[in-house]
């Protein structure tokens, strides 16, 4: 739902059908709730909300306004169990609402309850949810956005993304929109239409910088994936101009330069990603990869060697970070253990670009 769920829950209050015209008016805690809800103060929403469910189970304000908190606080957690039990409560929560109010038409409900299936990946009836949600907002974006992942879900790709089109016809500035439908592409290996369909939305670029860094991180993700490395280097240059401060960006535009035989920018730009604390396990073993690289290029095996066996660590599944490895062992003379990791790369899956 992300943060705009707060703005979707009071339209929600104040169209429901079955609730006395003053009701939201006339109930001082209903007031309460919705300013600690503008305020983010969702735990203490999500306390008192509960508290007065006891006594009054089935009214339709409270179950909503106890659910929407349940699923920003659900958002904030990093244990994955917490979270899931959090979107569970809160698709209670929902379908409690929907059980007082069967012939409700508020297709935010829907979008609600699709959310909480997709979070548990209950595909197919989250997809029923946001059948309903469209039926009853045919002009709503997360309507259609949900039912793109819905469907994604169900690996019915091309659906999907003529599901996160029309979304994307609704907010057509929508980047984090544009990311979804090529995700379905690349998902398709349909990697050429996938860039076809970014360059069209160069007109469609948000006035937020941050946001067009984004929409020319995906594009450079395109040229990569069609191994048109200098396009790929002008599209990342433009998205760390937008936003110098992104970590994943340095980690992207050292891999890139690597690409591209730019072996000190590289090193230089691999070791500015590392320094931020905030960067991804993926990206910084990218790096890492990309330091042990060099260092080997140099004649360094055994600081290339640990280097890259530092990057293994961190993410076991990259095939380049194995194929590497075994590079580096041999040339340090550790045959036997390259032999080893020789038998897990052939255990991986291979890119059907390679």
Same mark, same amino acid.
């Given at each position: ?96 609402? &929907?059980?007082? =109010? /069967? ?6 409900? +829907?979008?609600? *309850?699709?959310?909480?299936? #997709?979070? @548990? ?80 939305q160069q007109d469609n670029l948000p006035a937020n910088n941050r946001e067009t860094a984004t929409f020319y991180q995906l594009l450079y993700r395109a040229y990569v994936s069609l191994n048109d490395v200098e396009n790929a280097q002008v599209?990342?240059?433009?998205? &760390?101009?937008? =936003? /110098? ?6 980690? +992207?535009?050292? *891999?890139?330069?690597?690409? #591209?035989? @730019? ?92």
């Amino acid at each position: 739902m992300g943060s705009s769920f707060v703005k979707i829950l009071l339209v929600v209050l104040v169209g429901l059908a079955p609730v006395p015209q003053d009701a939201s008016s006339t109930d001082p805690r209903i007031t309460e709730l919705n300013a600690a809800m503008q305020k983010g103060q969702f735990l203490d929403v999500l306390k008192k909300g509960r508290a007065i469910l006891i006594k009054q189970p089935t009214h339709p304000h409270f179950l909503l306004i106890t659910g929407a908190a349940c699923i920003e606080l659900a958002r904030t957690l990093k244990d994955s169990e917490a979270k899931i039990q959090a979107y569970a409560e809160a698709e209670n929560l929902f379908r409690r609402f &929907v059980i007082v =109010n /069967p012939q409700h038409n508020n297709s935010k409900v +829907e979008q609600s *309850l699709a959310r909480c299936c #997709l979070t @548990r990946e209950d595909w197919k009836n989250a997809k029923k949810h946001a059948a309903k949600a469209i039926q009853l907002s045919p002009s709503s974006t997360m309507a259609h956005r949900v039912m793109g992942e819905s469907l994604s879900g169900l690996k019915i790709h091309k659906e999907a993304i003529q599901s996160y089109k029309k979304a994307l016809a609704i907010t057509p500035r929508d980047v984090r929109l544009m990311q979804l439908v090529q995700d379905e592409y690349h998902s398709l290996r349909r990697y050429a239409e996938a860039l076809s369909f970014l360059l069209k939305q160069q007109d469609n670029l948000p006035a937020n910088n941050r946001e067009t860094a984004t929409f020319y991180q995906l594009l450079y993700r395109a040229y990569v994936s069609l191994n048109d490395v200098e396009n790929a280097q002008v599209a990342i240059s433009k998205a &760390v101009s937008l =936003n /110098p401060k992104k970590p994943t960006l340095a980690s +992207e535009m050292a *891999l890139n330069l690597y690409r #591209l035989g @730019r072996s000190e920018d590289s090193r230089l730009w691999a070791k500015k990603a590392l320094t931020y604390q905030t960067l991804n396990n993926d990206s910084k073993a990218i790096c890492l990869r990309i330091l042990g690289q060099l260092l080997s290029h140099e004649g360094k095996y055994q600081e290339g060697l640990l280097a890259l066996e530092k990057s293994f660590q961190i993410n076991p599944d990259d095939r380049s970070t194995v194929i590497a490895v075994i590079a580096a062992l041999r040339r340090t003379g550790q045959e036997e253990r390259a032999q080893e990791f020789l038998k897990k790369m052939n255990e991986m899956p291979t890119d059907p670009r390679e």
